[in-house]
């Protein structure tokens, strides 16, 4: 198996593309720690990949908060005694033109996609570099490579994810920890459809195929310095 006795921790766990990602690991060996806002959701994804034969934590996490980040990395340390893959895909969408952007839309949408993204990495980081291995990969979207109508507040949070994830590439590249970023398109999840509810379903990305893709990053040689890879699927 391609991730065997590996430990991985996935934020935004419990649906979508985390929940698939999960699953997808868990198939190959890894133990999961899912985080998530929603205890019933990770919970329930836990019982998925125990059903696989992997062992499951799932932690209460809001990653825009330094502290409860910190313990959820504590509590897998203490469980496990190791991190060696970190995904985060915790996010939000919430979309207007400019002149309509609610400060406190702005605010929620750097804090979870961005902030999330570098309290998680943060956390695990020097964990990694003193182990000299480990990968972090952060999902990111399309709109972090192109700028779109309405996406004001969006498109500037995953911009910042594509360029952060570089900085800890080449921050941990000396170390033997790796940092990659994935930018899907338009996905079939529940935050896709609550945002564009006239999407045609069947054009849209499934999570598993996003799924495999991580999968395929974080099964590469440790040699193998992939920093971007970009899913590209229309924008809608």
Not at 15 to 26: D, E, K, V, Y
Not at 80 to 97: E, K, M, Q, T
């Amino acid at each position: 198996m391609k991730l065997e006795n590996q430990v991985a921790i996935i934020t935004g766990g419990g649906r979508g593309i985390g929940r698939s990602t999960a699953l997808a690991f868990a198939r190959e060996g890894a133990d999961l720690v899912l985080a998530a806002r929603t205890l019933s959701e990770i919970e329930a994804v836990a019982d998925e990949v125990r059903a696989l034969g992997r062992q499951a934590l799932a932690i209460p996490t809001d990653v825009t908060q330094k502290s409860q980040v910190d313990a959820m990395v504590e509590r897998t340390l203490d469980r496990f005694g190791r991190i060696d893959i970190l995904v985060s895909n915790a996010g939000v969408a919430i979309h207007n033109p400019i002149p309509k952007i609610r400060e406190e839309d702005w605010d929620l949408n750097i804090a979870v996609n961005l902030k999330g993204v570098f309290l998680c990495t943060q956390a695990v980081f020097s964990h990694m570099c003193e182990r000299k291995a480990g990968h972090i990969v952060n999902v990111s979207s399309v709109s972090g490579k192109v700028g779109h109508p309405n996406g004001g507040a969006y498109c500037a949070s995953k911009f910042g994810v594509v360029g952060f994830t570089e900085t800890t590439n080449n921050e941990g590249r000396p170390h033997g920890v790796k940092a990659s970023v994935v930018c899907p398109g338009p996905v079939d999840t529940k935050m896709r459809r609550d945002n564009h509810p006239n999407d045609v379903i069947e054009n849209l990305t499934l999570p598993e195929e996003v799924a495999d893709l991580i999968l395929f990053l974080v099964s590469q040689s440790p040699r193998a310095h992939i920093l971007e890879t970009v899913i590209r699927t229309p924008l809608m």
